[in-house]
């Protein structure tokens, strides 16, 4: 089966930078999807992997690991609106279908 | 504007009806996706479509059914044989159900089985 691990909730200070961690034990992984996800909202796509390495999107960025199943979103100069929920998810096999991990809660404080 | 569309947003049934959950993308994508969300747990996969008249079990589809008789639309019934209804419904699509394609989300529907 497909595990897949991320802390349930981190707290950081408006400005700051916060890492958000993903580890993960599939068969057959594919890619790795971030999505953040607002409260009551639809999840909005925030970076994809497939290769090793950090992918740089602005104030967000994102790295894999595949050798070692591990997976971080980086987050910069973090502003009040940064607070939502991060979900974690890979693809394995063929196809498209994402599992997904229980997601991280951040809450940006003044 | 190209999008994808839920309604409603809210949606309350008595225990024993089915219910159906639409769900329409004009975005021009060939696979669509049900996903469910239960408080402290992932997205689950319900059902999935690649192509219009098919469809796939995803990893919960008991209780559910859907249909894909239009590119456009890929609605999802709830049915009473489901024994947890209550949940956040999240409709996706993607542009061919590639390996490395994204997938967008709909804005939901919250379902309340009183």
């Known amino acids: 089966g497909q595990n897949i691990d991320q802390p349930t909730e981190m707290t950081a200070t408006e400005g700051a930078i916060v890492q958000i961690n993903c580890t993960y034990q599939t068969s057959g992984f594919n890619g790795l999807f971030w999505y953040q996800q607002h409260a009551g909202e639809a999840p909005t796509f925030l970076s994809y992997?497939?290769?090793?390495g950090l992918e740089e999107k602005g104030r967000f960025s994102s790295f894999l690991s595949r050798s070692k199943g591990y997976s971080y979103l980086l987050l910069k100069e973090l502003q009040m609106k940064d607070s939502a929920s991060y979900l974690c998810a890979v693809t394995t096999g063929g196809g498209n279908k994402l599992t997904f991990g229980t997601g991280t809660q951040l809450k940006v404080e003044l | 504007d190209g999008g994808i569309t839920q309604s409603p947003k809210y949606l309350f049934r008595k225990e024993g009806q089915n219910v159906t959950l639409s769900c329409e993308q004009n975005l021009n994508h060939d696979a669509m996706y049900w996903y469910r969300q239960d408080p402290g747990q992932g997205l689950r996969l319900i059902y999935y479509?690649?192509?219009?008249?098919?469809?796939q079990k995803g990893d919960i589809a008991e209780g559910y059914s859907v249909s894909r008789e239009k590119k456009e639309s890929f609605p999802l019934t709830v049915t009473s044989a489901q024994k947890n209804p209550t949940a956040f419904y999240l409709c996706?699509?993607?542009?061919?159900?590639?390996?490395?394609?994204?997938?967008?989300f709909g804005p939901g529907t919250r379902l309340t089985v009183l």
């Open positions: 996706a699509s993607s542009p061919k159900g590639a390996v490395t394609d994204t997938q967008y």
């Open positions: 992997n497939v290769l090793d």
């Open positions: 479509s690649q192509i219009v008249n098919d469809f």
